[in-house]
Nanobody, 126 residues
């Protein structure tokens, strides 16, 4: 069971970057998924989450209107499109997945997630 995040890179403030998370060893369409980020010395922050069928989403206030989470259940992937990024959003970004009892459920807290990717570095330069 593995989640592999890709799209690591550097971008200038105001630019865009797309991260992708691919699952292997399990069928991602059965799992809700989320993207989190963490900077050294701070707690991991949930920024975007999506239910199993992609009909319900959650965004933190810090990214609402700029980031979009989406999933392609035919490809076993969950993506995070980041737009108008800010320098303070430099962090390691993680994808996560977990089973839910109801298809409409959007888990938000880190404790709710079972599987985590290895993290991918995003650097935003000002």
């Amino acid at each position: 069971v593995q989640l592999q995040a890709s799209g690591e890179g550097s971008v200038q403030a105001g630019g865009s970057l797309r991260l992708s998370c691919t699952a292997s060893g399990f069928h991602l369409p059965f799992y809700a998924a989320g993207w989190y980020r963490q900077v050294p010395g701070k707690e991991r922050e949930g920024i975007a989450c999506i239910n199993t069928v992609g009909t319900h989403t959650y965004y933190s206030d810090s990214v609402k209107g700029r980031f979009t989470i989406s999933r392609d259940n035919t490809k076993n992937t969950v993506d995070l499109q980041m737009s108008n990024v800010k320098a303070e959003e430099t962090a390691v970004y993680y994808c996560a997945a977990t089973r839910t009892k109801w298809a409409s459920t959007v888990p938000i807290t880190t404790d709710e997630y079972t599987y985590w990717g290895q993290g991918t570095q995003v650097t935003v330069s000002s």
